[in-house]
C-alpha cells in the first residue's frame, strides 16, 4: 500500500487481503494474488434458486463470475473481466471451466496465469567506453514488476513525458499488448517513482564525488513563468581517468546578484559534501566577479582550497568568443546584408523556393546543401547562412536574370540591389575568417571530451588571425578585424592578470604530453617577440612549480598523516619519528636530483597518431604519480558554461506552459536525474542536422509522390509557360508540395 515514504504499490481503499486461489487440478503451484473489487452480478445471487443449497457459494471462483438467468430459465455465469459467459447448472456444470478461463484464457484478467521464473532472452547492446559499438549480447531476462515499474518512470523522466501519459489511451492499450497481466500506475505513483529514483541516484552520485578535486560550471536562466533558476554542473575526471560531467542542482533563486549566486554554489557544495573546489566556470557578468569575491571569502577556509584559490575563477570562453565576433559585426556590412535578402526571398514561400531549385538544376549545381536564413543577432547561424548560401551563386545569379518577381525585390530592398559577383567574393573572405571562430567555439563547448587543453592553441589561432585580418587590402575586413582586436586585448592580452586568463588553462597544454614546456616557450616567442615572449613563459613556469609543489607537498603530508593515525592507533610513537628521519634522509640524497616535475618535462613529447591524453595518462600515472593527479585536476576544467546551459533547453521543455505548477524539487528532480541515468549523448552538430533535413525531403519526394518521369517534367514545364503567357499565378504543383 503507498504511503508518503514513496513506496511503489497504489493506495486501495478498503483493500480485500491477499488469498490465495485455488487451482484446477493438475496445475502448477498456486500464486498468491490480490482479487479486484466483486462487480454487480447481472441478477442478485440471493434471488437465484440454488436447488437447496442456500447463502454464498464456498468456492471462490464467484469472486470474479455473476451468476444470471438466461432465456430458456438456464443458469450461466459471466466472467467479470470480459464479455464471455459459461453454463451454471449446479448439478451438471463444475467450476472447472471457469478456473481454466480465468487463469489461462481470459486476456483481461489479472490473475491470468504467468510463470515468474521462466526467463526469454534478450539482445542487449554492448558498450565500449559507455557508447554503443554496434554488437549485442544474448542474455536471460526475468520478468520483475518492479522493474517495470522503474522502467515506467526511467521512460518518464529521459523523454520528459507528463506524469499523466500512464492513463493516457494509447500508452494503456500498448501495454495491455506488451504486458496484459500489469497492472498500471496512476500519475501520482509514477511522481513517487520518478522522486525516488532521485533520490537513489543522487546517494550513488554522492559516494562517486567524494574526495574527488570538483570543477564546477553555473549559469541562471529565466523561465516562462518569469521565475529564475540557477543550475550547478559537476566535472571531474574519476580514478579510470574518465571525464564525468553530472548535473548537482537545478534550483530556484531570487535574483542574479553576485552574493546570491555564490550563497547558491555554497550550499550546493554543502549539501554534496565537497570540500576540494578546484575552479568555478562562469560568464563575464559582472555579477559573477562579485560572486567569485562572496565565494572566495566563504570557503578560503576548505581543506581542498589550492593556491588560496587563487586560479579559482575561469571565465567563459566561448561567451568571450561570441562578443569579439558580434563587435566586428555589429556594424552593418552590405555585402552580407545582401545576400541575406537574397535567401529571405527564397525561404518566404514554398513556390519560390521551388522556383529556385528549378534554377540549382539549370545551372547544374553539383550541391547538396540546405539555404538557411539567418538570426541577425547570433553571428554563428549569419556563418552558417553564408557557409551555405555561397554553394548557390550561380542558382542566384540565373534566378536574377530569369525572375522579374526577384528582381523587383532587390530594387525595391533598402539597400538597392542583388548579391554582385564582388559580394560573393568579399563575403567569401567573411566565411573564411569567420570559420576560425567559428570552429574555436565549438572546441570550446564540447562536454564529452577534455578541452583545457584545446584553449592555447584555439587563443592563438584566433589572435594571429585577427592580427593577419588586421593588414588585408580589404577595408571592411581590416575594421572589422580592428574592432575584434579592442575586444580581445580587454580580456585576453594581459595574460598575467588571473583576473582576466586563468594561467591554469596554460598549465593545460604543458600537461599535454605531446607539447610539454617546449611548445610554450616556441609559441610564445613567436607571438610576443624573444624579450617579452620569454617573461611570459617565465610566468607560466613559475605557476607550474607552485602547483607543483602544492600537490607535491599534499602527497607527502597525507603520507606523513596516514603512518601517524597508524601508529597512534598502535601506540607506537617511536615509529612517527623514525619514519620522519628516513624522510629526511631522502630528501638530503634527493638534493641535486632532478624532481618528478623536472624528468617529465626533459622526457621526449609524444607523437602518436591517434592520441587519446586521459588514456596516456592512465598508463603514465605510476611513473609520473604528482604530475598525474595535476593533471587530472587540471585537464577537468571546462573552458566554457555550455554544459550548465544546456540544462536550460531541458528545463524549459519540462517547464512549459502546460506544467508549470510543478513544484521546484519536482523540477529539480526530473532535470537532474535524466541527466544522470540517459546513456552518454553524441555531440550535436548544426550541419549534421541540415543535411538530415535534406535527406527527409527527398525520402519524402521519392515515397509520397514517386520520381517524376521525363514526360511528367516537361508537362509541368509546358504549365507553367502556359500560365505565365496568360498572367495567371503558376500553380504549386508536385515540388511545391515536397517543398512546403
Given at each position: 500500500m503507498e504511503n508518503t515514504a514513496g513506496t511503489d504499490v497504489e493506495m486501495i481503499i478498503d483493500s480485500p487481503p491477499v488469498v490465495s486461489i485455488p487451482q484446477k487440478k493438475g496445475k502448477s503451484t498456486p500464486h498468491l494474488r490480490t482479487p479486484p473489487k466483486k462487480q454487480k452480478r447481472t441478477t442478485p445471487i440471493d434471488s437465484i434458486p440454488t436447488d437447496g443449497n442456500t447463502g454464498r457459494e464456498t468456492s471462490q471462483i464467484w469472486d470474479h463470475f455473476a451468476k444470471f438467468i438466461a432465456?430458456?430459465?438456464?443458469?450461466?455465469?459471466?466472467?467479470?473481466?470480459?464479455?464471455?459467459?459459461?453454463?451454471?447448472?449446479t448439478k451438471t456444470n463444475g467450476t472447472s471451466v471457469l478456473?481454466?478461463?480465468?487463469?489461462?484464457?481470459?486476456?483481461?484478467?489479472?490473475?491470468?496465469?504467468?510463470?515468474?521464473?521462466?526467463?526469454?532472452?534478450?539482445?542487449?547492446?554492448?558498450?565500449?567506453?559507455?557508447?554503443e559499438n554496434g554488437t549485442s549480447s544474448i542474455e536471460k531476462v526475468v520478468y520483475n514488476v518492479e522493474d517495470i515499474r522503474r522502467a515506467i518512470a526511467e521512460f518518464v523522466i529521459i523523454d520528459e513525458q507528463p506524469f499523466k501519459v500512464v492513463e493516457g489511451e494509447g500508452f494503456k492499450k500498448l501495454m495491455a499488448k506488451a504486458l496484459p497481466n500489469f497492472e498500471l500506475p496512476s500519475r501520482v505513483t509514477v511522481a513517487r517513482h520518478c522522486l525516488k529514483i532521485y533520490q537513489e541516484e543522487k546517494e550513488k552520485l554522492k559516494k562517486l564525488v567524494k574526495n574527488q578535486h570538483i570543477c564546477i560550471t553555473s549559469d541562471t536562466w529565466t523561465s516562462l513563468q518569469n521565475l529564475t533558476y540557477m543550475v550547478v554542473t559537476a566535472h571531474w575526471i574519476d580514478d579510470e581517468w574518465n571525464l564525468q560531467k553530472k548535473i548537482l542542482n537545478f534550483f530556484q533563486t531570487p535574483d542574479h546578484k553576485g552574493e546570491t549566486i555564490a550563497k547558491g554554489i555554497e550550499a550546493c557544495l554543502l549539501d554534496w559534501e565537497i570540500e576540494n573546489l578546484f575552479t568555478v566556470t562562469l560568464d563575464n557578468a559582472s555579477a559573477n566577479d562579485s560572486a567569485i569575491k562572496h565565494l572566495k571569502?566563504?570557503?578560503?577556509?576548505?581543506?581542498?582550497?589550492?593556491?588560496?584559490?587563487?586560479?579559482?575563477?575561469?571565465?567563459?570562453?566561448?561567451?568571450?568568443?561570441?562578443?569579439?565576433?558580434?563587435?566586428?559585426?555589429?556594424?552593418?556590412?552590405?555585402?552580407?546584408?545582401?545576400?541575406?535578402?537574397?535567401?529571405?526571398?527564397?525561404?518566404?514561400?514554398?513556390?519560390?523556393?521551388?522556383?529556385?531549385?528549378?534554377?540549382?538544376e539549370k545551372t547544374?549545381?553539383?550541391?547538396?546543401?540546405?539555404?538557411?536564413?539567418?538570426?541577425?543577432?547570433?553571428?554563428?547561424?549569419?556563418?552558417?547562412?553564408?557557409?551555405?548560401?555561397?554553394?548557390?551563386?550561380?542558382?542566384?545569379?540565373?534566378?536574377?536574370?530569369?525572375?522579374?518577381?526577384?528582381?523587383?525585390y532587390c530594387l525595391q530592398s533598402e539597400l538597392k540591389g542583388y548579391p554582385t559577383t564582388n559580394d560573393w567574393q568579399l563575403v567569401k573572405g567573411f566565411i573564411k575568417f569567420l570559420k576560425i571562430f567559428y570552429q574555436s567555439t565549438l572546441k570550446f563547448s564540447g562536454s564529452l571530451y577534455v578541452t583545457s587543453n584545446i584553449f592555447f592553441h584555439e587563443f592563438f589561432n584566433v589572435r594571429s588571425s585577427i592580427l593577419k585580418y588586421s593588414c588585408s587590402e580589404d577595408l571592411i575586413l581590416i575594421d572589422m578585424a580592428g574592432r575584434m582586436k579592442v575586444k580581445f586585448d580587454k580580456y585576453w592580452e594581459n595574460i598575467e592578470k588571473p583576473e582576466n586568463l586563468n594561467m591554469l588553462l596554460f598549465i593545460a597544454i604543458v600537461l599535454d604530453p605531446r607539447y610539454k614546456m617546449r611548445y610554450v616557450?616556441?609559441?610564445?616567442?613567436?607571438?610576443?617577440?624573444?624579450?617579452?615572449?620569454?617573461?611570459?613563459?617565465?610566468?607560466?613556469?613559475?605557476?607550474?612549480?607552485?602547483?607543483?609543489?602544492?600537490?607535491?607537498?599534499?602527497?607527502?603530508?597525507?603520507?606523513?598523516?596516514?603512518?601517524?593515525?597508524?601508529?597512534?592507533?598502535?601506540?607506537?610513537?617511536?615509529?612517527?619519528?623514525?619514519?620522519?628521519?628516513?624522510?629526511?634522509?631522502?630528501?638530503?640524497?634527493?638534493?641535486?636530483?632532478?624532481?618528478?616535475?623536472?624528468?617529465?618535462?626533459?622526457?621526449?613529447?609524444?607523437?602518436?597518431?591517434?592520441?587519446?591524453?586521459?588514456?596516456?595518462?592512465?598508463?603514465?600515472?605510476?611513473?609520473?604519480?604528482?604530475?598525474?593527479?595535476?593533471?587530472?585536476?587540471?585537464?577537468?576544467?571546462?573552458?566554457?558554461?555550455?554544459?550548465?546551459?544546456?540544462?536550460?533547453?531541458?528545463?524549459?521543455?519540462?517547464?512549459?506552459?502546460?506544467?508549470?505548477?510543478?513544484?521546484?524539487k519536482t523540477v529539480e528532480a526530473l532535470i537532474c536525474t535524466q541527466q544522470w541515468i540517459r546513456s552518454p549523448s553524441k555531440e550535436w552538430k548544426v550541419q549534421d542536422y541540415l543535411e538530415e533535413v535534406q535527406k527527409i525531403e527527398e525520402v519524402e519526394k521519392v515515397d509520397l509522390f514517386g520520381e517524376e518521369t521525363e514526360e511528367e517534367k516537361k508537362a509541368a514545364e509546358e504549365r507553367a509557360a502556359a500560365l505565365k503567357a496568360s498572367g495567371k499565378k503558376k500553380e504549386s504543383g508536385l515540388t511545391d508540395v515536397c517543398y512546403r
Amino acid at each position: 500500500m503507498e504511503n508518503t515514504a514513496g513506496t511503489d504499490v497504489e493506495m486501495i481503499i478498503d483493500s480485500p487481503p491477499v488469498v490465495s486461489i485455488p487451482q484446477k487440478k493438475g496445475k502448477s503451484t498456486p500464486h498468491l494474488r490480490t482479487p479486484p473489487k466483486k462487480q454487480k452480478r447481472t441478477t442478485p445471487i440471493d434471488s437465484i434458486p440454488t436447488d437447496g443449497n442456500t447463502g454464498r457459494e464456498t468456492s471462490q471462483i464467484w469472486d470474479h463470475f455473476a451468476k444470471f438467468i438466461a432465456k430458456g430459465g438456464k443458469r450461466r455465469a459471466k466472467c467479470n473481466y470480459c464479455v464471455k459467459h459459461f453454463a451454471a447448472e449446479t448439478k451438471t456444470n463444475g467450476t472447472s471451466v471457469l478456473w481454466s478461463h480465468l487463469n489461462d484464457k481470459c486476456l483481461k484478467s489479472p490473475f491470468r496465469f504467468v510463470d515468474r521464473r521462466q526467463t526469454t532472452l534478450k539482445a542487449v547492446p554492448i558498450k565500449v567506453g559507455g557508447q554503443e559499438n554496434g554488437t549485442s549480447s544474448i542474455e536471460k531476462v526475468v520478468y520483475n514488476v518492479e522493474d517495470i515499474r522503474r522502467a515506467i518512470a526511467e521512460f518518464v523522466i529521459i523523454d520528459e513525458q507528463p506524469f499523466k501519459v500512464v492513463e493516457g489511451e494509447g500508452f494503456k492499450k500498448l501495454m495491455a499488448k506488451a504486458l496484459p497481466n500489469f497492472e498500471l500506475p496512476s500519475r501520482v505513483t509514477v511522481a513517487r517513482h520518478c522522486l525516488k529514483i532521485y533520490q537513489e541516484e543522487k546517494e550513488k552520485l554522492k559516494k562517486l564525488v567524494k574526495n574527488q578535486h570538483i570543477c564546477i560550471t553555473s549559469d541562471t536562466w529565466t523561465s516562462l513563468q518569469n521565475l529564475t533558476y540557477m543550475v550547478v554542473t559537476a566535472h571531474w575526471i574519476d580514478d579510470e581517468w574518465n571525464l564525468q560531467k553530472k548535473i548537482l542542482n537545478f534550483f530556484q533563486t531570487p535574483d542574479h546578484k553576485g552574493e546570491t549566486i555564490a550563497k547558491g554554489i555554497e550550499a550546493c557544495l554543502l549539501d554534496w559534501e565537497i570540500e576540494n573546489l578546484f575552479t568555478v566556470t562562469l560568464d563575464n557578468a559582472s555579477a559573477n566577479d562579485s560572486a567569485i569575491k562572496h565565494l572566495k571569502a566563504r570557503i578560503d577556509d576548505w581543506k581542498g582550497v589550492i593556491l588560496r584559490n587563487e586560479f579559482l575563477h575561469v571565465r567563459c570562453n566561448a561567451h568571450i568568443l561570441n562578443i569579439i565576433v558580434k563587435e566586428g559585426l555589429d556594424e552593418q556590412i552590405e555585402p552580407i546584408s545582401r545576400i541575406r535578402n537574397a535567401v529571405k526571398y527564397v525561404k518566404s514561400s514554398a513556390s519560390r523556393f521551388a522556383s529556385f531549385k528549378s534554377y540549382v538544376e539549370k545551372t547544374k549545381l553539383d550541391t547538396h546543401g540546405l539555404l538557411s536564413l539567418d538570426v541577425e543577432t547570433r553571428w554563428n547561424s549569419t556563418y552558417t547562412m553564408l557557409e551555405t548560401a555561397v554553394n548557390f551563386e550561380k542558382a542566384f545569379a540565373r534566378m536574377y536574370v530569369d525572375d522579374h518577381n526577384y528582381r523587383k525585390y532587390c530594387l525595391q530592398s533598402e539597400l538597392k540591389g542583388y548579391p554582385t559577383t564582388n559580394d560573393w567574393q568579399l563575403v567569401k573572405g567573411f566565411i573564411k575568417f569567420l570559420k576560425i571562430f567559428y570552429q574555436s567555439t565549438l572546441k570550446f563547448s564540447g562536454s564529452l571530451y577534455v578541452t583545457s587543453n584545446i584553449f592555447f592553441h584555439e587563443f592563438f589561432n584566433v589572435r594571429s588571425s585577427i592580427l593577419k585580418y588586421s593588414c588585408s587590402e580589404d577595408l571592411i575586413l581590416i575594421d572589422m578585424a580592428g574592432r575584434m582586436k579592442v575586444k580581445f586585448d580587454k580580456y585576453w592580452e594581459n595574460i598575467e592578470k588571473p583576473e582576466n586568463l586563468n594561467m591554469l588553462l596554460f598549465i593545460a597544454i604543458v600537461l599535454d604530453p605531446r607539447y610539454k614546456m617546449r611548445y610554450v616557450n616556441f609559441i610564445l616567442s613567436k607571438a610576443y617577440g624573444f624579450l617579452l615572449g620569454k617573461l611570459k613563459a617565465d610566468n607560466v613556469e613559475g605557476v607550474l612549480k607552485r602547483l607543483y609543489n602544492h600537490y607535491n607537498y599534499s602527497s607527502i603530508e597525507t603520507f606523513t598523516n596516514n603512518i601517524g593515525d597508524d601508529t597512534n592507533m598502535m601506540g607506537e610513537v617511536d615509529d612517527i619519528l623514525h619514519s620522519q628521519w628516513e624522510k629526511h634522509l631522502e630528501d638530503e640524497e634527493n638534493i641535486g636530483k632532478k624532481s618528478e616535475l623536472d624528468q617529465y618535462l626533459m622526457d621526449n613529447v609524444e607523437k602518436p597518431k591517434d592520441f587519446n591524453i586521459l588514456t596516456w595518462w592512465k598508463a603514465s600515472s605510476n611513473r609520473y604519480p604528482t604530475i598525474s593527479k595535476m593533471a587530472r585536476d587540471v585537464l577537468s576544467i571546462p573552458v566554457s558554461t555550455v554544459a550548465s546551459e544546456s540544462a536550460f533547453s531541458t528545463g524549459g521543455r519540462i517547464l512549459d506552459s502546460y506544467r508549470s505548477s510543478l513544484s521546484p524539487k519536482t523540477v529539480e528532480a526530473l532535470i537532474c536525474t535524466q541527466q544522470w541515468i540517459r546513456s552518454p549523448s553524441k555531440e550535436w552538430k548544426v550541419q549534421d542536422y541540415l543535411e538530415e533535413v535534406q535527406k527527409i525531403e527527398e525520402v519524402e519526394k521519392v515515397d509520397l509522390f514517386g520520381e517524376e518521369t521525363e514526360e511528367e517534367k516537361k508537362a509541368a514545364e509546358e504549365r507553367a509557360a502556359a500560365l505565365k503567357a496568360s498572367g495567371k499565378k503558376k500553380e504549386s504543383g508536385l515540388t511545391d508540395v515536397c517543398y512546403r
